[in-house]
């Protein structure tokens, strides 16, 4: 391999990147421009340096390398550092009437308290044991106290209509995060009515009316009590289903009395506590050794007794443990004066099929006989993590303060004092509980989850007062009365989320009954919920619930943090006693207790919430809600605007950051369709793009056409995804708007450096002047050293959603950068041109070695990892042909007869007048100066001789009369020499030949060879350097004969920076 193509290690870029620096900048950028009159010595004394096949490109030339001599550099060629009516508003809420008591306070308590404080409590006390226990309960209690500050705080920073959480997210972080976390609490809810449910079927089957199952004795089968569960469950839905579609007045009727019970089951337990201090006579235990055994009666419970005998050792064959072992009975409400408290301290975690006995010892635990044998034994496998998720659904419910805000007399002074008295009332009522159960039942008790020891009965209901039916009434009519709350509230919060049309496919879901019930969301709720009860057990429910509340409360966090860290002069809350790193300690707990609970879980629960994100951010509508989450975007935007600023982007670092000029028809609607299309194709659908169009006329006139001309290119980039901004502006002249487009575009960094600008087609018809605005958009783009790109045959180019096959053929002349380079491989990436392969074509000047220069570029491409075929074409010079000058002689024709249409009748009659007075002059032997007469006429005569000076003369007097004509245009009438029997013969401008003559033959070859590709890339030949009419029409015609046979071209000029490397 060449010295030249070896690339540096990492440690050496740094040094190489500085050494080669200046090099690659005088390579392409420190060549000055030739003033006016070295520009002309230039085109008349040096045209012999400049290959006659490429004198379109002279200007180009002059400041940046042909490819062969770019490639014979290689070894500089390294990475330069380049320069661098609201749709959300709310109906007006009702008049406000509650309290913090009757408003906030009491819902709330109804809420938190729930199914697991009366059936499943105990059996965590006894499991994770006191100490355990109350951290459970602390830890649980701490989520929601957290949660609770911050809610408070969002809650209080302004009025919250009906929505509780979904609302304040949504407001707060947007629709993506609002309708993410309300899809999440709305199926947290439903589960949560699928969990009350299941417990009230626990409740009555289990304990009021063991004798309606179905399935057969479920003490004995695990599988049939959860079969159990279901069809009652099934049922009681159907039931509860029917009370909330008669209407809410039902619910909220029913509401008082499930509230009432809640509290009186909760003094009965405290009472009876206390009643039983020294304990009681009603329940005893009958333990094996250290094994608690369940079905026996406790007349029974002794070796002396058949009945243990018969079942331990049936056919003789007594059971090792049973004779090792005696029976004993044990009292089960031992009183909180017995110190029984000591014995619970510890935990007693256990695996799945392991029995409960006290102590650890594994010969009272493991069970290494043939049958149980009627002995208790765990059904799950418990630890501390777990326990957290099946208790974690007791503490729900802090958000039925903030759903109420709209009929509360003070929401902002309500909400944080009834939810946060609430949460510490409830929290009181659990961790004084867990002490006191802890303090008052024998540890086995604690642990028979089911009361199978005490022939099925409930532990907490065995120690209220005056009976344990007021507990069992009690928590069957709350739990009722929760499942309710739930199935009511669910569906309209269903109906809120699809109200705000964030999430399109909930849109059949929004419509109410004619008595303005949910009542789609109602059977979707149901349909849901059937599939909680389906699962049949409480333990399953808990902890996937959990992972949907957790979740709402962590946003609820992060809302409050965000917005509180982005101090936005909007964040005003009333609520003062919060800050920031509490909002951020409540969101780890909630993401920590998440994956403590159940990993697989929390990654379904997260999963779904991301699929809902990406859903509302990919089809979902926009919506505009002054979240925190633009405020974050704002601060980040601004933080890396700034970092921009201290130094250029690298080399690698160079992307298209691209400004569509779009042309707009006479209905103020974008012409060309597909130029967006192309945007975003070269954008791989990623990337910033902002697209530009400017109307001519009177701002202050015109300024709602503007407005609607805005939407319809808001609307186009919607269609075609592009990904960016658009807007429009009103100048008196499109070209001075197009250039101040250019200059001004973007901010800092971020400002575009590639620029698309349509092909006009129509710069041939007369009273056009496209072709002006076009060349002066070409000139503004390179004073600003941006790159151009001119897509010609837009309307052929591939649909965003094609995918087409074939070549994508580079013909690179000039180098400029890599431009040519990096354009069809950022092609490649989208779809549409995946499948296209890459072709590169070079011009080899005469004394190239084309052999050698097709070697040097494909190591060039193999170290710029780009995959093409190269092939170098050879054009050898050869004379200009007939046809060359015909093309030239009708292009000036052409614009002879555009300047005489331009001319009004009074400077019509003084050129007839002046040409008139010359003919009769004939002793006159110099050029006269008259306007727009064809400098081009010379006669036989003087051809061979008199040409170039004629020439040079009718420049000069184009010259001055350019000076002096206010029009800018002119024309002289050369030396003229009697005819003497020859024809005039009409001779074209030598300058314009010679660039027809690179046009002609480059096309030929590119034709040639370019015919069927489904992209020409090519390089665009600077515009003329002198500002005049006949250079810059000619220069368009220039480019017509280059592309002419051709579909689809885009033709590059790059804004003369290094945009690709080599280097890693």
Known sequence: MPDRFKVSKAKEDANIYQEDEAQSDKLLNDTNYLDAESQKNHENNDKSKIDPNLYLYEDELETR??????ISSLANYENTIPAAADPDAKTPAPSARMGTLIGVFLPCIQNIFGVILFIRLTWVVGTAGAVCGFLIVLTCCCVTMLTAISMSAIATNGVVPAGGSYFMISRSLGPEFGGAVGMLFYTGTTLAAAMYIVGAVEIVLTYMAPWASIFGDFTKDAEAMYNNFRVYGTILLLFMGLIVFLGVRFVNKFAAVALACVILSIVAVYVGIFDNIHGNEKLYLCVLGKRLLKDIPIENCTKDDSFLYDMFCPKDKCDEYYLNNNVTQVKGIKGLASGVFYDNLMP???????????GRNLADIENMAPSTYNQVMADITTSFTLLIGIFFPSVTGIMAGSNRSGDLADAQKSIPIGTICAILTTSTVYLSCVLLFAGTVDNLLLRDKFGQSIGGKLVVANMAWPNQWVILIGSFLSTLGAGLQSLTGA????????????????APFAKSSKRGEPTRALLLTIVICQCGILLG????LAPLLSMFFLMCYGFVNLACAVQTLLRTPNWRPRFKFYHWSLSLIGLTLCISVMFMTSWYFALIAMGMAIIIYKYIEYRGAEKEWGDGIRGMALTAARYSLLRLEEGPPHTKNWRPQILVLSKLNDNFLPKYRKIFAFATQLKAGKGLTICVSVIQGDHNKINSKAVEAKAALRKLMDDERVKGFCDVMVAKEISEGLSSVIQTIGLGGMKPNTVIVGWPYSWRQEGKQSWKTFIQTVRTVGACHMALLVPKG????????????????IWWIVHDGGLLMLLPFLLKQHRTWRNCKLRIFTVAQMEDNSIQMKKDLKTFLYHLRIEADVEVVEMMNSDISAYTYERTLMMEQRTQMLRELRLNKIEKA??????????????KTTSTKVRFADPTTVNTNDCDGDNASNNIENENDLKEANENSQTETEISEPKKTPPSNSQAVLMPDEFNVRRMHTAVKLNEVIVNKSQDAQLVIMNLPGPPRNIKTDRESNYMEFLEVLTEGLEKVLMVRGGGREVITIYS
């Open 491 to 506: 569906p309209r919060l269903l109906q809120a989320i699809a109200r705000d049309q964030i999430i399109p496919f909930l």
């Open 65 to 70: 390398p042909h490819i062969s001599k770019f």
């Open 910 to 923: 003084k050129i007839v007048q002046t040409i008139v007075d010359h003919h009769h002059d004939s002793s």
């Open 348 to 358: 007693s975690f256990l695996e799945k099929g392991q029995f409960i006995s006290y």
């Open 537 to 540: 057990n409480v333990d399953l």
């Open 794 to 809: 837009i309307n052929f180019f591939p649909e965003s959603n094609h995918k087409i096959g074939g070549n994508i053929d």
